[in-house]
T-cell receptor
Framework: GQNIDQPTEMTATEGAIVQINCTYQTSGFNGLFWYQQHAGEAPTFLSYNVLDGLEEKGRFSSFLSRSKGYSYLLLKELQMKDSASYLCAVRGGTYKYIFGTGTRLKVLA | GAVVSQHPSWVICKSGTSVKIECRSLDFQATTMFWYRQFPKQSLMLMATSNEGSKATYEQGVEKDKFLINHASLTLSTLTVTSAHPEDSSFYIC??????????????FGPGTRLTVT
């Protein structure tokens, strides 16, 4: 079967660093994506990994280990506006996107 | 950048009626569109993959006769929820991949449609 796991909720302080983990088991792999979603809105693209390693994009970085079926999203210098849900998604062998359960991040002042 | 629109953004309907939701790619051609459903505090669940000019591919557990998908052109896909019931109340989101995008990794999401069935 296909399975993507993320922590349900996380809390962090403004200015801090937070790491959101994602583990996956899917039939086929054509890339892993991270999206940010504010309540009542559509997801917005944050990052994409298809090869092992770290991709950095401003305050956001994403890491992938295909052999371990593992990824994380690293958010630095947290801001209040970063409070949102973060969705891990895997594009499978048929190019369908399978989303994880999502992690609700609360940033506290 | 690529823009995907959805119409309506929200709709309230009575139980037993049908509702049509449109998904349009505004500045690109989309061979493939995806329809997702999202219940409160849950993640996106893929309902079906919509391919221009052919039948949609439904995910396991999604009733194809209840959720009718039509992808009549490279810029428009529609989802019709037939004989809607309160349990169909959800946030419906479409996304689109650009025609000829090859290895392009992005799918572009529409803003979503909030359906409430009373």
């Amino acid at each position: 079967g296909q399975n993507i796991d993320q922590p349900t909720e996380m809390t962090a302080t403004e200015g801090a660093i937070v790491q959101i983990n994602c583990t996956y088991q899917t039939s086929g792999f054509n890339g892993l994506f991270w999206y940010q979603q504010h309540a009542g809105e559509a997801p917005t693209f944050l990052s994409y990994n298809v090869l092992d390693g770290l991709e950095e994009k401003g305050r956001f970085s994403s890491f992938l280990s295909r052999s371990k079926g593992y990824s994380y999203l690293l958010l630095k210098e947290l801001q209040m506006k970063d409070s949102a849900s973060y969705l891990c998604a895997v594009r499978g062998g048929t190019y369908k996107y399978i989303f994880g359960t999502g992690t609700r991040l609360k940033v506290l002042a | 950048g690529a823009v995907v629109s959805q119409h309506p953004s929200w709709v309230i309907c009575k139980s037993g009626t049908s509702v049509k939701i449109e998904c349009r790619s505004l500045d690109f051609q989309a061979t493939t569109m995806f329809w997702y459903r999202q219940f409160p505090k849950q993640s996106l669940m893929l309902m079906a993959t919509s391919n221009e000019g052919s039948k949609a591919t439904y995910e396991q557990g999604v009733e194809k006769d209840k959720f009718l998908i039509n992808h009549a052109s490279l810029t428009l896909s529609t989802l019709t929820v037939t004989s809607a019931h309160p349990e169909d109340s959800s946030f419906y989101i479409c996304s689109a991949r650009e025609e000829g995008s090859g290895s392009s990794y992005e799918q572009y999401f529409g803003p979503g449609t909030r359906l409430t069935v009373t």
